[in-house]
């Protein structure tokens, strides 16, 4: 009765699945500035989560005895002129930045991407016709738009859930935060969806007469689905680096309107509005300016770092041996 045979040559080892995201997230922990970019962006989404309800004071809350208090260990950022806690103020600062970055970078590229994407795609006067209508975006100036839609609506919308209030008697129409954030989200949006759509628009046109989508043109498959299956997708790339640079610019764009008084006004807290409240006084409280700026700063260096990480883990063009 013989033996099995034993095999005496080395063991194969298991085929490993190539993945672009997997190699991508590879290269991005292998760069510290981009880890470290990534670990604020996380605290920072963390603190304007669930921050707020872990605070010691309430943002709106008002001690005169405690006014302008450096510092300490009872108010870690120190107290404003009303004795608010400046700490309760910068956390919850933070949730009106990440929302107003959030979701104006939400609608500036959905805007973005759909009509880079139909002017890529289509060509000709279509093209030209987008493109025309972005250059015209690009050249309004920013500060200016903001202001005059910010006085235009806001005075006929307050009006409107006056009424509201009075026809319903619902506390929700109490609430002109909301004028404030619709009018923000808005304006904003229309400054910063440009730059989107030119950047599809670039991806596509090197995109569109790829093999493959020459193939699904040939099968007579829509345009619609043409341009959502197989372009689009292939066209995320740069655009995942834009948006994560373009949540930085959007903070600081919401920070300075606020600072200029056409954003989020008092007393909902940005950091804006802190530092605009802070600066008239840093002479003699520099806490009060400092603190919301150097939160501002940091979060905005955060979203660089891990903005060039993705680029550099995305665009093969910058992978090293």
């Known amino acids: 009765m013989s033996s099995p045979a034993l095999s005496t040559g080395p063991a194969e080892a298991p085929d490993e699945t190539v993945s672009l995201w997997r190699d991508a997230w590879r290269r991005l922990i292998a760069n510290r500035l981009a880890v470290f970019g990534l670990a604020v962006v996380a605290l920072l ?55 107003v970055a959030i979701v104006v970078t939400g609608i500036a590229l959905s805007i973005g991407v759909l009509l880079g994407a139909v002017a890529g795609y289509a060509g000709g006067r279509v093209d030209a016709f987008i493109m025309w209508l972005t250059d015209i975006a690009m050249s309004v100036p920013s500060l200016l738009l903001v202001v005059v839609i910010n006085t235009s609506l806001k005075p006929p919308l307050a009006r409107w859930m006056d009424a509201k209030y009075l026809e319903t008697l619902n506390p929700v129409f109490r609430e002109t935060v909301w004028i404030d954030f619709v009018l923000v989200f808005g304006s904003m949006a229309l400054i910063l969806w440009p730059p989107y759509a030119r950047l599809i628009r670039a991806q596509v046109l090197s995109i569109r007469s790829r093999n493959y989508v020459t193939a699904a043109r040939a099968l007579g498959l829509p345009a619609g689905i043409v341009i959502r299956r197989y372009i689009v997708p292939n066209a995320l790339g740069p655009v995942i680096v834009a948006v994560s640079a373009g ?35 840093w002479r003699t409280y520099p806490h009060l300016l400092a603190a919301p700026a150097a939160v501002l700063g940091l979060a905005t260096i955060a979203f660089s770092f891990l903005g060039d990480g993705l680029n550099d883990a995305l665009n093969p063009k910058q992978w090293r041996k």
Do not use: C, K
């Open 45 to 99: 989404i963390l603190v304007a989560l669930v921050g707020p309800w872990l605070t010691p004071y309430d943002f709106l809350s008002q001690d005169i005895n405690a006014r302008n208090q450096a510092p300490s260990l009872v108010h870690w950022f120190g107290t404003d002129d009303l004795g608010r806690d400046v700490l309760s103020r910068v956390i919850y600062g933070a949730r009106t930045a990440l929302l």
């Open 247 to 281: 949540l930085g610019n959007a903070m600081v764009l919401e920070s300075a309107f606020s600072f200029l008084g056409v954003g989020v006004t008092p007393p909902t807290p940005s950091w804006g509005n802190m530092i605009s409240d802070g600066l008239r006084v």
